[in-house]
């Protein structure tokens, strides 16, 4: 009882009205909420999607600016086939459905990663929400795709050699570098969220994160919600950020 009111007195102390622009999430601990409940991993990747849904919804609805989540990593691809096809599937069924949504929502969308290698229709999805988030201004969705921060960094790097050698690049500073990265023109996440308790990026922007807040909680991607965004959002707004200053 005690444990469980200091819980919810710690959702309350969040304070909306002084949000942080940029909040990033790890979306991991689908697998093991599957396997608490003896269901297989894919009902544990359903039910992540919805918690997706209904986060990026409340972010919306409390006005944050950024919320960039981690939906499949570069490595993820070792995981069986099947695995990998559910993953995708649920992407496309979700794509399809927020595409009829976005402009009245005003959720505008963009993927990080290198989408490329994806199936033609997830990569016509993709495209039309890129299409439609041209229209309108509001929340902006990143959904990190076939991402790796090492990856982005190496591909940012060579993009700009190739640029440099054409003579259409100036010398490399870290502002220059960051307009060759995926999150071009995106303010660093102020807030990076891991659910499931593990203390690790795993390879999560690398670049962007170098002073991120951490926040890391037991609590399972599935099982996520808005009381626990808004602990840590209380948790965050209690940090002292000082950028290697006093
Ligand atoms: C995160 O949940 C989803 C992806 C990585 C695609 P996991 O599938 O990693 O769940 P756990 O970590 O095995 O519980
Ligand atoms: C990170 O989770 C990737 C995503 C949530 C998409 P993982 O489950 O792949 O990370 P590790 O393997 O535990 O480090
Ligand atoms: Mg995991």
Same mark, same amino acid.
């Given at each position: 009882m005690g444990l469980l009111f200091k819980a919810r007195k710690r959702a309350e102390e969040a304070d909306l009205s002084a949000l942080p622009r940029h909040i990033a999430i790890i979306m991991d601990g689908n697998g093991r909420? +599957?396997?608490?409940?003896? =269901?297989?991993?894919?009902?544990?990747? %359903?039910? $992540?999607?919805?918690?997706?849904? @209904? #986060?990026?919804?409340?972010?919306?609805?409390?006005?944050?600016?950024?919320?960039?989540?981690?939906?499949?990593?570069?490595?993820?691809?070792?995981?069986?086939?099947?695995?990998?096809? +559910?993953?995708?599937?649920? =992407?496309?069924?979700?794509?399809?459905? %927020?595409? $009829?949504?976005?402009?009245?929502? @005003? #959720?505008?969308?963009?993927?990080?990663?290198?989408?490329?290698?994806?199936?033609?229709?997830?990569?016509?999805?993709?495209?039309?929400?890129?299409?439609?988030?041209?229209?309108?201004?509001?929340?902006?969705?990143?959904?990190?795709?076939?991402?790796?921060?090492?990856?982005?960094?190496?591909?940012?790097?060579r993009a700009y050699a190739e640029d440099f050698k054409k003579g259409a690049a100036d010398d490399l500073?870290?502002?220059?570098?960051?307009?060759?990265l995926y999150s071009a023109g995106v303010p660093d996440p102020d807030l990076i969220i891991r659910p499931s308790g593990e203390y690790r990026l795993s390879n999560f922007l690398m670049w962007q994160s170098a002073y991120s807040e951490l926040y890391v909680t037991d609590v399972l991607w599935p099982d996520f919600d808005q009381n626990e965004m808004k602990r840590a959002i209380a948790a965050y707004q209690r940090r002292n950020r000082r950028y290697g200053g006093i």
């Open positions: 909420w +599957a396997k608490k409940r003896g =269901l297989p991993r894919t009902a544990g990747h %359903a039910a $992540g999607a919805e918690t997706f849904r @209904r #986060v990026a919804t409340w972010c919306k609805d409390v006005g944050l600016e950024y919320l960039t989540v981690y939906a499949f990593s570069t490595e993820n691809w070792k995981r069986p086939r099947e695995e990998i096809e +559910a993953i995708m599937g649920l =992407l496309d069924k979700y794509l399809l459905e %927020a595409i $009829g949504r976005m402009e009245r929502d @005003r #959720v505008r969308m963009r993927f990080f990663g290198d989408t490329s290698v994806l199936s033609p229709r997830l990569r016509e999805l993709i495209e039309k929400t890129a299409e439609i988030s041209t229209h309108f201004e509001g929340c902006q969705v990143n959904i990190c795709l076939n991402y790796g921060g090492r990856d982005e960094i190496v591909r940012a790097a500073n870290e502002e220059l570098f960051e307009s060759y």
